[in-house]
Nanobody
């Protein structure tokens, strides 16, 4: 079955950078969209960035100009480059993909295990 594996999280000081990666494994037929969301304990999860199979990207206002999402459909991988990190960016970051499996007839939602990003002041 399809599984998403994340990497790249860590501890950085304010102003630093991190690059998150998320690679999907399994029998994938096509990917419609990929993206990232994050969650802080006690807070609602929030969508950070999205990218469609056609390359269209969207970002929440608080990360515009600082984060860049990109994807490599051939590798079933999505990335999130995070620059000028702020303490408010501290959260567990989850990748997701909306995709169709080889034996499937319609797209389903899959997500990764999460990776911790901590930004110190």
């Amino acid at each position: 079955q399809v599984q998403l594996m994340e990497s790249g999280g860590g501890l950085v000081q304010a102003g630093g950078s991190l690059r998150l990666s998320c690679a999907a494994s399994g029998s994938i037929f096509s990917i419609d969209a990929m993206g990232w969301y994050r969650q802080t304990p006690g807070k609602q999860r929030e969508l950070v960035a999205t990218i469609t199979s056609g390359g269209t990207t969207n970002y929440r206002d608080s990360v515009k100009g600082r984060f860049t999402i990109s994807g490599d459909n051939a590798k079933n991988t999505v990335y999130l480059q995070m620059n000028s990190l702020e303490p408010d960016d501290t959260a567990v970051y989850y990748c997701y993909m909306i995709l169709v499996t080889r034996n499937g007839n319609f797209p389903n939602f899959y997500w990764g295990q999460g990776t911790q990003v901590t930004v110190s002041s």
